[in-house]
């Protein structure tokens, strides 16, 4: 168990649709990073926050935003869902803003129909 | 061509083989991990280094900044260790952004 959740575990929904996706950083842990894992690209960094800022983009979509909260969790937002975004969304949590050990959640898998 | 390039992409071996799985990466970085992927889709660090050498029970990865690659080792392999493994590095450029190897699937019979 690395300390980190995510929320849900499984989402169905349809093209179109806007869903949220949720992430608890370890205990302590002050940076969050989104990944996408889909069977054609492989992993891929989305997003950072650094202590509730924004702080390294990766290949996100317009039609996707992140924050983070005050207590430190994230949410991911997609909207506007397409089939091609179908994937596991995975969050990750560090000590810090430089290169640290990361700890990864469990995933979220997302379909859409 | 991707920054960072793993090989072999798929490995089978017989429990007790040593293995080998290599990553070359054409950026300067400030570190590489080392992240395993089991069949439940979890994702689990195994090692972060920036230079020599690093041990963890049968698990050694070892990496060369001038040459730009990194391999990590499996002694005594066990069908346990039947996994995605996957490479990824620190860009100097954008340090925060972690830039992925495609994952080696390793199968251990035994």
Redesign the interface.
Known sequence: DSGVTQTPKHLITATGQRVTLRCSPRSGDLSVYWYQQSLDQGLQFLIQYYNGEERAKGNILERFSAQQFPDLHSELNLSSLELGDSALYFCASSGGDTPYEQYFGPGTRLTVT | KNEVEQSPQNLTAQEGEFITINCSYSVGI??L?W?QQHPG?????LF?L?SGKKKHGRLIATINIQEKHSSLHITASHPRDSAVY?C?V?PLQ??????????TRLTINP
Request: aromatic share 4%; charged share 5%.
């Open positions: 400030s570190a991990h992240l889709g979890g994702i689990v660090s972060m920036s996957i990824a620190h954008g340090a925060q952004k972690l830039v992925f190897g495609q994952g």
